[in-house]
């Protein structure tokens, strides 16, 4: 046996005492779960709440998707997103029956009002894309939830909209599509927006958007990395940790913040931050090293990463009560992202919490 066999060995040993004495399972590869405390789901009794999904809504001024731009996506595919999209009844429906996903919790495909330059369009748009979400989770409230709009090119009227969403209309929390036209979360600009969402308890998703920020000379020539493939995990996860840096958890404790695709590599980068953080002089003094913040202010969801590695990785950075599942539909298969939740090595209440209890707690469901 090598010194490298050996010691992931003894690493393995290791972790399956720990978690026996914590009645956890250990991640040792796929088809396991039954052996080191999982109970898969291969049955069908789970419930499933799915909270990053898509959506077109009619009667916006503001045009654009992730899928005209530069990002190479086939014909073919985009043209199966673009039949999707805007339908809620036809298709939708009978995909989440087909792969047994009680609720999608839906939200406007990107880059939706961030994008739009003229403020009094972006909150005229934010309120249309709100109103028309309202209304489709009241049509059926047991199938779908709604993460509304925020037009931040006009905070003040953001944080009018903010309440409207919540009190009147009843949506499940908020979804901004990365940067609102080159301006980020952490401004000075948006404390007020932040404030009124600890004040409401609702939650933001940061999602990725295609509006380019500027040039960014490492994708030059290599067009497909340009969007899932590389780029949007980098931008949204930089994005993330620019609230963080910025202090806005220190000034609104009450914060959630969710990031997408296991975190845009966040979870994975934590101990580096907290050791980078005592080498630079960071612009805003931290109350907590920055891996503090993951799990206490910052949830991830699982959507586009299907892989039980990460999986585990991410449960053990931010805490199992802060791991949420999404889809990402259209843009990823249910049933690919069904099956992953399904089999993956948890134990049957964490295989629960992630599910639906999560999403429940965190968006009020």
């Known amino acids: ?53 898509a959506v077109m809504l009619p009667g916006l001024v503001t045009q654009g998707t992730a899928l005209g731009g530069a990002i190479p996506f086939k014909p073919e595919v985009t043209a199966e997103w673009f039949k999707r999209l805007p339908d809620i009844t036809e298709y939708r429906l009978a995909d989440m ?89 952490d401004e000075p600009q948006f404390r007020p927006v932040w404030a009124a969402l600890e004040e409401l308890g609702a939650a933001l998703y940061l999602h990725p958007t295609p509006a380019p920020a500027g040039d960014w000379g490492l994708l030059k020539g290599r067009p497909e990395l340009t969007g899932p493939f ?71 969801t699982t959507s586009g990463v299907m892989d039980d590695t990460m999986l585990r990785a991410a449960i053990e950075v931010v805490g199992i009560d802060n791991v949420l599942f999404a889809i990402d539909y259209p843009f990823e298969r249910s049933e690919q992202a069904v099956g992953f939740l399904r089999h993956a090595t948890l134990t049957r209440g964490q295989r629960e919490k992630i599910a639906h209890g999560n999403a429940e707690r965190l968006l009020k469901l």
Do not use: C
């Open 97 to 185: 029956d087909a792969n047994g996903v009680t609720m999608q919790v839906l939200s406007l495909t990107p880059p939706g009002v961030q994008m739009q330059p003229d403020a009094a369009v972006a909150v005229r748009d934010a309120q249309v894309a709100n109103d028309a979400l309202a209304r489709i989770v009241e049509g059926r409230p047991t199938r779908f939830g709604g993460l509304a709009a925020l037009p931040l090119q006009d905070p003040q009227a953001a944080v009018r909209e903010a309440r409207r969403a919540v009190h009147d209309l009843k949506m499940a929390g908020f979804l901004v599509n990365g940067h609102t036209n080159g301006q980020y979360l």
């Open 1 to 53: 046996m090598s010194n490298h066999q050996w010691t992931r060995r003894r690493a393995l040993n290791a972790a399956a005492g720990t978690a026996a004495l914590a009645g956890t399972s250990v991640l040792m590869g796929p088809g396991t779960a039954q052996a080191h405390g999982g109970e898969a789901d291969p049955h069908g009794r789970l419930k499933i709440i799915a909270i990053e999904e």
């Open 230 to 300: 590389y780029s949007w995990a980098a931008e949204t996860g930089g994005h993330a940790l620019r609230v963080i840096l910025g202090g806005v958890f220190d000034d609104f404790p009450g914060a959630r913040l969710i990031v997408g695709h296991m975190g845009e590599f966040l979870p994975f980068h934590t101990s580096r931050l907290d050791v980078q953080v005592r080498n630079i002089n960071t612009r805003v003094p931290l109350k907590r090293k920055p891996s503090e913040y993951f799990g206490r202010n910052v949830a991830v």
